[in-house]
């Protein structure tokens, strides 16, 4: 389907359903092509549409939004969402994963924690994706200096199992810190070794594992 034609569907779902409903009960009413035998079809795909603009809202586009770097338009795009609690549950779970990488993104760390917390209440159907969410409420947590439940949470992401190995490098490396700032050495560059040997291939995580190499090389014992 044409990706305007699909947007134009999406965002009118309930006018175009509203209009079909008036057309299907005059054609029914007034005996017009068929009357009530013809007029149900319009009747059910109305329904369909206002099924799908409750329970699944605009969802199917916001992907395509983020894909393409354009976090504005998915922000616009989930913002038309205004009774998030009507959602199918998987289609609730990944609106709210949505909205915490947005909060993320511009350090509003609470809207993100609570986002967090209401994606994983809908439950989190993809493999790995649950993990995911633990490790970002355990970066989260970090951040706001509550190292005893980050720790918490980020052991909890890698028992769910995560994604990929890059996530696994990132864990490892933030319990590795953790533990250094606890003290607890040995911990320390045990969560590192097991870091460096999820082989990372994401830069960023790979530059975080060759800097914190400088800080385990000090370490005594």
């Not at 009960?25 to 603009?53: C, D, S, T």
């Not at 509003?108 to 609570?114: C, R, V």
């Not at 996530?167 to 490396?173: G, I, R, V």
Request: one cysteine or more.
């Amino acid at each position: 389907m044409n990706i305007k034609l699909r947007r134009f569907l999406v965002y009118n779902r309930l006018p175009i359903a509203v209009v079909l409903l008036v057309l299907a009960f005059m054609q029914g009413f007034y005996r017009v092509g068929g009357g009530w035998w013809v007029a149900w079809i319009p009747i059910l795909i109305a329904i369909l549409m206002i099924v799908a603009h409750f329970m699944i809202g605009p969802m199917s586009l916001v992907q395509g939004y983020v894909e393409s770097g354009d976090l504005e338009g998915a922000e616009k795009l989930l913002a038309r969402v205004k009774f998030p609690n009507l959602l199918y549950k998987p289609v609730r779970s990944s609106y709210h994963m949505l909205q915490a990488n947005l909060h993320s993104m511009t350090d509003d760390l609470d809207k993100a924690e609570s986002s967090l917390r209401k994606s994983l209440d809908a439950g989190i159907t993809e493999k790995g994706f649950e993990g995911t969410a633990y490790l970002q409420l355990g970066a989260i947590a970090q951040k706001k200096g509550k190292t005893k439940e980050a720790y918490e949470n980020i052991r909890k992401a890698i028992s769910l199992g995560l994604p990929d190995k890059d996530n696994e490098a990132s864990a490892y490396l933030q319990l590795s810190s953790i533990c250094m700032q606890r003290r607890d050495f040995k911990a320390s560059k045990q969560y590192f070794a097991k870091a460096k040997a999820c082989k990372a291939t994401n830069v960023q995580v790979a530059d975080q594992i060759k800097e914190m190499q400088k800080y385990i090389a000090r370490m005594p014992g």
